[in-house]
């Protein structure tokens, strides 16, 4: 099964834009790409979506190049509160069949 | 957020036991999710729901019986366990199958 993958850790200052990028070759044709923030002893928090070029919302923006095998979720002028873990979600089809793939997950420290 | 409700929070079991996890969405979502997160790992998709339907089983062993009474609720059957199933399990629930998840806090589950 391919992987879906990231860095598995990131440090930034207060204050920095970070750029956090996902790779996933064998992203299904017709599905969406969605970024995932998750504290310690919690459940996963959406933070954007987005199918192809940009995406931008209140906390964040997400760039996805024509080919779509990868994505970049791009967190601006982070905070203390951003340290968390960050996951990409796609749809894979390189088993032949739909299935959901859970990023490796990049640990993002913030540092004051 | 109480949109997704997990229950236990936390959950010591013997290898002999039988337990059940149960998970509650108040949210009208038509499909449901179980998770598995261990240490340091990435969110592992175990089983979706869609209108009370299985429609993703990701080899998951069979001392894992998921059971889908109704869109709203969730329950995952656990018995003979082995002490490398403890893990945060997490349940998630969304309107489609390819839309934003919500997340519940998650069951801590310890296998002795």
């Known amino acids: 099964l391919a992987k879906t993958t990231q860095p598995i850790s990131m440090d930034s200052y207060e204050g920095q834009e970070v750029n956090i990028t996902c790779s996933h070759n064998n992203i299904a044709t017709n599905d969406y790409i969605t970024w995932y923030q998750q504290f310690p002893s919690q459940g996963p928090r959406f933070i954007i979506q987005?199918?192809?070029t940009k995406v931008t919302n209140e906390v964040a923006s997400l760039f996805i190049p024509a080919d779509r095998k990868s994505s970049t979720l791009s967190l601006p002028r982070v905070s203390l509160s951003d340290t968390a873990v960050y996951y990409c979600l796609v749809g894979d089809m390189s088993s032949g069949t739909y299935k959901y793939i859970f990023g490796t997950g990049t640990r993002l420290k913030v540092l004051a | 957020e109480t949109g997704v409700t997990q229950t236990p929070r936390h959950l010591v079991m013997g290898m002999t036991n039988k337990k059940s996890l149960k998970c509650e969405q108040h949210l009208g979502h038509n499909a449901m999710y179980w998770y598995k997160q261990s240490a340091k790992k990435p969110l592992e998709l175990m089983f979706v729901?869609?209108?009370?339907?299985?429609?993703e089983n990701n080899s998951v062993p069979s001392r894992f019986s998921p059971e889908c009474p109704n869109s709203s609720h969730l329950f995952l059957h656990l018995h003979t366990l082995q002490p490398e199933d403890s893990a945060l399990y997490l349940c998630?629930?969304?309107?489609?199958?390819?839309?934003?998840?919500?997340f519940g806090p998650g069951t801590r589950l310890t296998v002795l």
């Open positions: 987005g199918y192809k």
């Open positions: 729901y869609n209108f009370k339907e299985q429609t």
């Open positions: 998630a629930s969304s309107q489609g199958t390819r839309n934003e998840q919500f």
